[in-house]
Structures are given as C-alpha cells and as structure tokens.
C-alpha cells in the first residue's frame, strides 16, 4: 500500500533555531494536512493545504508556522524560531477524494 | 464538527470480538463517522468509515444506527497486536478530522 513518507524520525534543535520537517504525500493525493501531538496528549489539527494555499488552519498555526509545497512530490512545514512548547510528534497526512486521511509515522521535534 | 463521545478505556479478551461504542447525537446529514486507531504514538491508522449504511472491511465492521446518533466499531477477533486507542470522527468531506481522547483499547492473552 502506498505511505506517506516523513524525515527525518527525529529532529533535535535549539529553542530560537528554524526547522523544516518534511513529509512525501501519496503520489495522486491532492488534499494536505499538517498535525501534533505533545507527549500524552491528544493528537492536534494544525493546517490544511489544497491547490497550493492553505484552506485551514488552527490557532496553534500562527505566524511562526509556514507550509509551502515547492514541487510536485514534497509538503514542508516550517518553524521559523522554535519554542520549548513545540516540541511534539508532528504528522502529515494526504487524501485523495478527502475521504480517507492517510498518516506518516511522524517526526519527533525536541526543542532544547 | 459534531462532537462524539467514547468511552476512556476498555480491554479484551484476544480472540474475541471488541466492540467499541460512540455517541454522535448532534452529527449533521452530511458528516461521516470515521474510525482511526494510534498504536503507541504511531500515526493514525485509517479502519474505516460510513455515512448511513453498515460497513465491512478487512479490519473491522461499523454499525450505525438509523438515526445516526450512534455506532459500534467491531473488531471481530481482537489480537494482541489491535492495542490501541481507538478514535471516533465525525466529519464533513472536505473538513479536517478532529480527535479526541478516544477509547485505548487493552487486548489481554
């Protein structure tokens, strides 16, 4: 079956540092999705990307948060200064006809 | 989003039949009731979803009631590996999926 791809596994940084993660949708999937979940949590909405712009976002998704698609295979996700408080799993997600959502196995971004 | 409501926690016995409930008494005629489980901080794994009608696939079956205010996910031979917490969603295509805390499922030998 095909995945979605996430890297790295791991991201370690320092608090105030840039950092992109990085996520392969499913190659005919057109809908995009970014989410976290902060250790012992619930699993968060942060955005949503469709024909090149973001059709929604959550308030966690503020200006320190960007998501680009810069070609036809790659969707980022961008912290421009990170914070102790975005340290989490980060997960993307695709679908196709925006039925089923398909998840990657996630980047853990430690913040230091 | 509708809410839904799960209950916290549930085990069961491997080999037998789980059946997780979920309440969505405010879903509108255009939302579908999605099921996704998360083993150990995995990414959500799709089981399935419906909008009126019962559905079966090869991981599970979903039953919803006529006036859509319930379902029941059946795991219909729990194995050890089906530990989880389990997630009921409803949803309006093309809308995000909104988790809650979900029902974490034991399957005790």
């Known amino acids: 079956e095909p995945e979605v791809t996430q890297t790295p596994s791991h991201q370690v940084t320092q608090m105030g540092q840039e950092v992109i993660l990085r996520c392969v949708p499913i190659s005919n999937h057109l809908y995009f999705y970014w989410y976290r979940q902060i250790l012992g949590q619930k699993v968060e909405f942060l955005v949503s990307f469709y024909n090149n712009e973001i059709s929604e976002k959550s308030e966690i998704f503020d200006d320190q948060f960007s998501v680009e698609r810069p070609d036809g295979s790659n969707f980022t996700l961008k912290i421009r200064s990170t914070k102790l408080e975005d340290s989490a799993m980060y997960f993307c997600?695709?679908?196709?006809?925006?039925?089923?959502?398909?998840f990657g196995s996630g980047t853990q971004l430690s913040v230091l | 989003d509708a809410k839904t409501t799960q209950p916290p926690s549930m085990d069961c016995a491997e080999g037998r039949a789980a059946n997780l409930p979920c309440n969505h008494s405010?879903?509108?005629?255009?939302?579908?009731v999605y099921w996704y489980r998360q083993i150990h901080s995995q990414g959500p794994q799709y089981i399935i979803h419906g909008l009126k009608n019962n559905e079966t696939n090869e991981m599970a079956s979903l039953i919803i009631t006529e006036d859509r205010k319930s379902s029941t996910l059946i795991l219909p031979h729990a194995t050890l590996r089906d530990t989880a917490v389990y997630y009921c969603i409803v949803r309006a295509p093309p809308g995000k999926l909104q988790f809650g805390a979900g029902t974490q499922v034991v399957v005790t030998p």
């Open positions: 405010t879903i509108s005629g255009n939302e579908y």
């Open positions: 997600a695709s679908t196709d006809l925006n039925e089923k959502l398909f």
